[in-house]
Structure formats: structure tokens, C-alpha cells
């Protein structure tokens, strides 16, 4: 009766289409590679494969069998996976919902220090352009947990992991320049790099001008985050951005604001959050920096 391990050698042996190669990955050495395909033949029969001078070829009756020893594999991990799970150990896969400018600034370095501790569990971001999108999304389902701004009237479960600061960006030769801070008022006459109707950071900047008394003028409006401060870099006009996404494009210049500008930052889940959701949280609250955030 073929084990396991025999079906795993052979399917090595025709993934790497050499037994050479396939002890090297298998980590044994080639005559033991050898004996186990053999026994393998014997229980299925005949001949699985052909060896061929650089190569080797299925037979007919290797052809029948990958498939199912292909899911029989397959199975086995699932089977393996699925009783770590219920004793709490592992997981295949922590589902986030979050926004754009979020994966951008707060969730590499987090993600990093997740991956030294739980190297065994995926990642998967949901990745939406507004704030109310990822409430939607989280009430409906989506994801494990939410990482975003503050919700309002949010039912579950939400802890603040930081506070986020808002910066302008200009270019090196604009006229602001000359000092390190500014009031957002004394921009009221200019044009700025807006954000796309709809996308998070233009209801953020429109809400921070109106409590500054004015309406931004409008430059250019773009979708992405991370082409806001390339854009001012530019010169098109001055853009705010959240100061955990900048990597310092050539020839921009950044200004805190006076007032700052900030907004608070949380992780959100419909109930309690599950162990590994929680495990999640504790690695944005606990990180250098809050993840990223400006505390």
C-alpha cells in the first residue's frame, strides 16, 4: 500500500523531472529517493516512470496515478491544517480590511513583525478607498478585522492602535518652504493636489480647509495615495498627506501644520475578536511606533 511520504517522492521526482533534483529538495539522498519509487511501483504494479538519460517520463500507469496522488497530498495538509486549527495553533489565512493610504503607511511594518512570529499564516488585505466602504464591508462579512480611521456608531469591538498625523507636502522651491511648520489657512490661496471624489484623504482635506475657513482650490485630483506627494513634489500644488506613507520624493519639502491635523486610528471587529485577530491588534498597539502612527 503506497504511504504518504512515497507519493510525495514520486510527485517530486515529475515536478522536478529529475531524481537529482528531487533528493536535493526532498532532502535524501538518491538511492534512498530510488527505493522508495520502487516500492511504490511494486505496490501499484509496474513501472511509474521512465528514466531517461537527462530527464524522466511518466508511463501510462504513472499518468493514472499523479492525479490522485496529487490529492492525496493535497488532503493530507488539509486534514493537517484543519486539526491545528481546532487546537488553536494555526491558521491558513487572517483576513484585513483596511484603506489605501492605510496599507500604505500604518500595515508594512506591523505585517513585518507579524511574519517573525506567525510565519505560517497568510495575509489577505481587503483594500477600500473610503471609510464608510470599510464599514460597509466589515458589516457585511468581509474580513476578520477592521484597521482604519474611528468609526461612528460602530456596534463590535474597537481599539485605538494610534493617532495619525496629517502633513503638507510642497516642492523644495515653493514659497512655503522656507520654514518647517505652517497654518493651513495661510495656504487658503492656493491650488493643492486633490484626492478623487470618493477616496478617504478629499473628505479629510476638504473637512481640515472648511475648519480653516476656506475651500481648497483644486490643481489636480488623483486616485492614488502615494501620487500626492510625488505630485507636489512636482509643483502642481500642495498636498496633504499622511506623514507615515512619505519616502521623501526628490524635491518636496514637508510641513507640519499648526494646529496639527490628526485623526485616530483603530482596529475594529463585529464581536470579540478571535485569537488571532487579537494576536493582530496586539502587534499594531505594541509596535515601534504604534505601527507606524504618531502617537
Given at each position: 500500500?503506497?504511504?504518504?511520504?512515497?507519493?510525495?517522492?514520486?510527485?517530486?521526482?515529475?515536478?522536478e523531472s529529475s531524481f537529482t533534483k528531487a533528493a536535493e529538495l526532498l532532502h535524501v539522498t538518491q538511492p534512498a529517493l530510488s527505493h522508495q519509487i520502487r516500492t511504490l511501483e511494486?505496490?501499484?504494479?509496474?513501472?511509474?516512470?521512465?528514466?531517461?538519460?537527462?530527464?524522466?517520463?511518466?508511463?501510462?500507469?504513472?499518468?493514472?496515478?499523479?492525479?490522485?496522488?496529487?490529492?492525496?497530498?493535497?488532503d493530507a495538509e488539509r486534514a493537517r491544517c484543519a486539526?491545528?486549527?481546532?487546537?488553536?495553533?494555526?491558521?491558513?489565512?487572517?483576513?484585513?480590511?483596511?484603506?489605501?493610504?492605510?496599507?500604505?503607511g500604518v500595515l508594512p511594518a506591523a505585517l513585518r513583525r507579524w511574519r517573525q512570529t506567525h510565519p505560517d499564516v497568510g495575509i489577505r488585505l481587503f483594500e477600500h478607498r473610503h471609510t464608510e466602504d470599510l464599514i460597509e464591508a466589515m458589516?457585511?462579512?468581509e474580513a476578520d478585522l477592521a484597521v482604519g480611521p474611528e468609526p461612528t456608531d460602530w456596534s463590535g469591538v474597537t481599539r485605538t492602535i494610534g493617532h495619525e498625523e496629517l502633513v503638507v507636502v510642497v516642492a523644495s522651491d515653493d514659497p512655503a518652504a522656507s520654514g518647517d511648520t505652517i497654518k493651513l489657512q495661510d495656504l487658503a490661496d492656493r491650488a493643492w493636489v486633490h484626492y478623487a471624489p470618493g477616496h478617504g484623504l478629499a473628505?479629510?482635506?476638504?473637512?481640515?480647509?472648511?475648519?480653516?475657513?476656506?475651500?481648497?482650490?483644486?490643481?489636480?485630483?488623483?486616485?492614488?495615495?502615494?501620487?500626492?506627494?510625488?505630485?507636489?513634489?512636482?509643483?502642481?500644488?500642495?498636498?496633504?498627506v499622511p506623514d507615515n506613507i512619505l519616502d521623501n520624493p526628490k524635491g518636496s519639502h514637508v510641513l507640519h501644520l499648526d494646529p496639527p491635523v490628526r485623526r485616530t486610528l483603530t482596529a475594529y471587529t463585529r464581536g470579540e475578536p478571535d485569537p488571532l485577530a487579537a494576536a493582530f491588534i496586539d502587534v499594531l498597539v505594541w509596535g515601534d511606533g504604534a505601527a507606524g502612527t504618531r502617537r
Amino acid at each position: 500500500m503506497a504511504t504518504l511520504r512515497q507519493l510525495e517522492y514520486f510527485v517530486t521526482v515529475v515536478d522536478e523531472s529529475s531524481f537529482t533534483k528531487a533528493a536535493e529538495l526532498l532532502h535524501v539522498t538518491q538511492p534512498a529517493l530510488s527505493h522508495q519509487i520502487r516500492t511504490l511501483e511494486r505496490s501499484a504494479g509496474g513501472p511509474l516512470l521512465e528514466r531517461l538519460p537527462r530527464t524522466v517520463r511518466l508511463t501510462p500507469t504513472g499518468r493514472a496515478m499523479l492525479p490522485h496522488a496529487r490529492a492525496a497530498l493535497a488532503d493530507a495538509e488539509r486534514a493537517r491544517c484543519a486539526a491545528r486549527q481546532a487546537a488553536g495553533l494555526e491558521v491558513g489565512e487572517l483576513q484585513i480590511a483596511t484603506l489605501y493610504s492605510i496599507t500604505l503607511g500604518v500595515l508594512p511594518a506591523a505585517l513585518r513583525r507579524w511574519r517573525q512570529t506567525h510565519p505560517d499564516v497568510g495575509i489577505r488585505l481587503f483594500e477600500h478607498r473610503h471609510t464608510e466602504d470599510l464599514i460597509e464591508a466589515m458589516n457585511a462579512g468581509e474580513a476578520d478585522l477592521a484597521v482604519g480611521p474611528e468609526p461612528t456608531d460602530w456596534s463590535g469591538v474597537t481599539r485605538t492602535i494610534g493617532h495619525e498625523e496629517l502633513v503638507v507636502v510642497v516642492a523644495s522651491d515653493d514659497p512655503a518652504a522656507s520654514g518647517d511648520t505652517i497654518k493651513l489657512q495661510d495656504l487658503a490661496d492656493r491650488a493643492w493636489v486633490h484626492y478623487a471624489p470618493g477616496h478617504g484623504l478629499a473628505d479629510v482635506l476638504d473637512h481640515a480647509c472648511a475648519q480653516a475657513g476656506f475651500e481648497p482650490r483644486i490643481a489636480v485630483r488623483t486616485e492614488q495615495t502615494a501620487a500626492a506627494p510625488a505630485l507636489a513634489a512636482a509643483g502642481l500644488g500642495p498636498a496633504l498627506v499622511p506623514d507615515n506613507i512619505l519616502d521623501n520624493p526628490k524635491g518636496s519639502h514637508v510641513l507640519h501644520l499648526d494646529p496639527p491635523v490628526r485623526r485616530t486610528l483603530t482596529a475594529y471587529t463585529r464581536g470579540e475578536p478571535d485569537p488571532l485577530a487579537a494576536a493582530f491588534i496586539d502587534v499594531l498597539v505594541w509596535g515601534d511606533g504604534a505601527a507606524g502612527t504618531r502617537r
